[in-house]
């Protein structure tokens, strides 16, 4: 339950020079879902966040919050110029902070209405829309990974107690052991046998994945954690950061899940052009890492994504009446119309030139032929 809310509100309303009544609040949804820890507040015809943090120990072997964390980690940010929630107030004892707001919309929402049919918009009203929206959140994405990176020993007290060396390296092979599942899952059931062909391109994936260094960022990253405002991109949620690779964030912070919405489905805002704006910022930062590099690996995460997507899909489906197979099901609503948009975003998306991943899609292309699938 949520620490005193009327307290804290009388606190908020006295330092705006006011009273509780004075002070709007309406809860923040997340699709259908109502969340019990952020409010929208009006104040004196002005609107804020106010989000509260429920757990108030320390995260591990760290000796800071939750609530710590992401004060430090969004004072580092926006000090660096970064687009992240400006800190109007803060209570240390309620573990709360009022936000500057930053828009209505989420990535995740703007992008749903790309694959729905929508009275006020037509596909190609969007596809124009989305794509400078993209652009923008791709350059603000690499505006937070270069202030990370050139303020890794300030954060490091802040960081994920793990041993990432140990722990990426199991959840790399997680990955690639469900991907690899699902080629095969997907080989078997259109009747093709391709298996040393997969086989020579997931040793060319496994090894070039594995062998990528880890950036420092936010470990709650998807399109929900991405707030618009018009064409401009807030990132919000720090409170958890560590080591993990920055071709994953920015994959999932640029595919929409849509869970939890009506008719929700896979969105992805990725195409070769934004990917190349990426690799290309990506490289003057990083160290001996090159464009084509960074793009490889963009493409091979974002196979991954989709392959690992339908992993779980099918995983769910086979055993559909464990209490977490439902909740994920009815989060993700139509599994047969979600399995139908991951291969089509596996087999038709294009986001690099090289012949590996382009072989892969090819492949996935004629899984997709045998499955009749549309």
Request: aromatic residues 10%; charged residues 20%.
């Amino acid at each position: 339950m949520p620490f005193d809310l009327p307290y804290i509100i009388q606190q908020i309303a006295s330092q705006f020079g006011t009273v509780s009544d004075c002070v709007q609040m309406t809860p923040i949804l997340h699709g259908v879902l109502e969340r019990n820890n952020v409010w929208r507040l009006e104040i004196a015809g002005k609107t804020y966040l106010l989000k509260q943090h429920l757990n108030a120990q320390p995260i591990g072997e760290s000796t800071f919050t939750p609530f710590q964390i992401e004060s430090s980690a969004l004072a580092m940010l926006h000090q660096a110029g970064c687009h992240v929630p400006k800190i109007v107030w803060k209570s240390d004892p309620a573990l709360c902070l009022l936000l500057e707001w930053c828009g209505e919309a989420t990535l995740d929402e703007l992008a749903q209405l790309k694959q729905c049919k929508h009275p006020g918009f037509i596909q190609a009203q969007l596809t124009e829309i989305l794509k400078p929206v993209s652009i923008n959140v791709i350059r603000e994405f690499c505006r937070i990974e270069n202030a990370f990176a050139k303020h890794t020993d300030a954060i490091a007290p802040y960081v994920y107690p793990l041993d990432y060396s140990d722990f990426l390296h199991r959840t790399m092979q997680t990955m690639l052991d469900q991907g690899r599942q699902t080629m095969s899952y997907l080989a078997r059931l259109s009747g093709l046998q391709r298996q040393e062909t997969i086989d020579t391109i997931w040793l060319d994936l496994s090894d070039r994945l594995h062998g990528t260094a880890p950036t420092l960022g936010s470990l709650d990253y998807n399109a929900r954690n991405v707030m618009i405002n018009q064409e401009k991109p807030t990132f919000i949620d720090f409170a958890s950061v560590g080591w993990d690779w920055g071709e994953r964030r920015l994959v999932q912070s640029l595919n929409s899940i849509g869970a939890n919405c009506k008719g929700g489905n896979f969105v992805s805002l990725l195409d070769s052009e934004i990917v190349g704006i990426y690799a290309s910022e990506a490289s003057n930062y990083r160290k001996n890492c090159s464009k084509s590099e960074i793009t490889v690996r963009v493409d091979y995460h974002h196979l991954l994504f989709y392959l690992i997507a339908i992993y779980q899909l099918v995983s769910a489906i086979a055993r559909p009446n464990t209490a977490e197979n439902q909740a994920f099901l009815k989060a993700w609503g139509d599994a047969k119309a979600r399995l139908s948009r991951a291969v089509n975003l596996l087999a038709d998306s294009r986001l690099s030139d090289h012949p590996y991943a382009l072989r892969l899609r090819e492949l996935i292309a004629e899984f997709r032929e045998g499955l009749k699938i549309g």
